[in-house]
């Protein structure tokens, strides 16, 4: 009996043989979004049942930096002590940007506008922010500090559009992965609310009435399958698809070229795969988060990207994760950070990268390399001549990580997918309303049914512009704004 639903094919509530469970709200995933959305439904009288199928509540969240991307109203108390003005209108056209073509307006208006008081209010939930300041360049913080440069923002073209400004902002956990700490506090705000968890359990799929609406849904606890009723509605928080490889082939192609899934191992597409079988409409499923980390120490960040034909092709000061994207794109899958003997390093998470060149001149690290004669030669001349004067006409890599690559020996560090893993997950997801309402081909929501975090294509939906803290900070405010909106219903 238990194989005979399937995430895909809703079942009819005419075919629920009886209720085993009735709750105002289940909630599907006990990660960022799960929590949060379940806080603030508790918070405004609803009941709620939340259903994760790992063994704890955390999911991928538990494993990231713990960073949330905030900023805006002048700026976090975090912002403003560490000598940092940033505006909502900054804040906004930052995001705007990393939204990438398909950005969501009212969205990023929302989010813009309540990025400082959700802040305040992950605060009033028990999160720990230290409320120091990190500078530099830093995948995470490897200390307790709280405030990072997390993306793009000093970086061209998005210093064009929007004032820079710091707006990661890790929970207190000394060392990287934060985001247990972060996990652990909300999660067990949740609880201490009155929230109901169902660990170890696999929601198959929905229930829907004969209208259309979202009513219920079935899960296997226990071993067994169980039908809750949901009198508000459900809210999915599922997580995204990076571990369904056939989605992955199906969807984002691309994704496939990135060895390692950035995941606690079920975003397995399930809740959209629910949202789609009962109609939802599912957008930018193309895209995705990838890195490649060449940095800390971020020395290497004044070295310079080449592909096989000796060019350069992105300002190497930009967010690891866009870097990465051009990184992927190169021709024949190659390319290679140069580097002289005065900023040699070797990247902190791989330190055995593989050094696929060395010379004592340029001349020699492009014959090791196979290039074409001359190209390498001519990259680094003009890439010297401009940076000793401070800039990068071709590129518009910042003054403060310009130097003339001129001590050797020289190195060439491989970035080619066979030599450096790419990590990836998914971006795209089910269509929603800023309140978490789902909603269909035609534009219309869908009755009872809301979605969020990966699940749902939030702010975050263009890999090339994604900064670090945007998923958490997507998933954390509206998952809120889900459980709110389904609680009132």
């Not at 055995?352 to 001359?374: H, K, R």
């Not at 998923?471 to 509206?478: A, E, I, K, Q, Y």
């Amino acid at each position: 009996m238990q194989n005979q639903y399937s995430p895909s094919r809703p079942c009819r509530a005419a075919d629920v043989p009886q209720w085993d469970e009735e709750t105002d709200i289940a909630v599907v995933g006990f990660g960022a979004a799960g929590s949060c959305a379940a806080i603030e439904a508790r918070q405004a009288g609803a009941r709620v049942t939340i259903f994760e199928v790992a063994a704890a509540a955390g999911g991928s969240a538990a494993l990231s930096g713990g960073e949330v991307y905030v900023g805006g109203s002048g700026g976090t108390s975090v912002q403003r002590a560490a000598g940092f003005e940033d505006t909502t209108e900054d804040l906004y056209n930052y995001l705007m940007m990393a939204g990438g073509p398909g950005a969501d307006a009212a969205r990023t208006t929302l989010y813009a506008a309540q990025a400082e008081p959700h802040f305040r209010w992950l605060q009033e939930q028990g999160v720990p922010f230290k409320g120091t300041y990190l500078p530099g360049k830093w995948l995470e913080p490897l200390t307790d500090d709280t405030l990072v440069w997390s993306g793009s923002e000093q970086a061209w073209p998005f210093s064009e559009s929007a004032r820079p400004a710091p707006r990661g902002h890790a929970a207190q956990l000394d060392g990287w992965g934060a985001g247990k700490m972060l996990m652990a506090r909300l999660s067990a705000r949740a609880l201490a609310l009155g929230a109901v968890a169902h660990v170890s359990s696999r929601v198959l799929t929905l229930v829907v009435d004969d209208a259309g609406a979202i009513v219920g849904l079935v899960a296997r606890v226990d071993g067994a399958p169980r039908f809750v009723r949901a009198l508000r509605g459900v809210i999915l928080c599922a997580g995204g698809f990076i571990v369904n490889r056939d989605m992955v082939a199906q969807y984002a192609p691309a994704a496939l070229g990135c060895q390692q899934v950035v995941s606690a191992g079920n975003d397995d597409g399930s809740g959209i795969r629910m949202g789609i079988g009962v109609g939802a409409a599912a957008i930018h499923m193309d895209q995705f988060f990838a890195t490649l980390p060449f940095f800390p120490p971020e020395s290497l960040v004044k070295g310079i990207f080449v592909n096989e034909r000796g060019s350069r092709f992105i300002n190497e000061d930009a967010y690891h994760g866009r870097v990465a994207h051009y990184v992927l794109r190169q021709p024949g899958g190659r390319a290679w950070l140069l580097v002289d003997e005065g900023i040699f390093a070797r990247p902190m998470i791989h330190p055995d990268i593989t050094v696929a060149a060395v010379g004592d001149s340029v001349e020699e690290l492009e014959q090791e390399l196979g290039l074409p004669a001359g190209a390498l030669v001519h990259t680094v001349e003009e890439f010297n001549r401009h940076a000793a004067a401070g800039q990068d006409p071709a590129f518009h890599k910042a003054a403060a990580w310009l130097r003339p690559l001129a001590r050797g020996p020289f190195a060439a560090l491989s970035y080619c997918p066979a030599d450096m893993p790419a990590h990836a997950f998914t971006l795209g997801g089910l269509a929603t309303t800023p309140d978490g309402q789902v909603l269909d081909g035609g534009g219309a929501p869908i009755a009872g049914l809301y979605a969020a975090g990966r699940t749902a294509c939030g702010l975050p939906r263009w890999g090339e512009g994604y900064s670090s803290g945007m998923s958490l900070g997507d998933s954390t405010f509206f998952g809120r704004m889900a459980g709110l909106h389904a609680a009132r219903r």
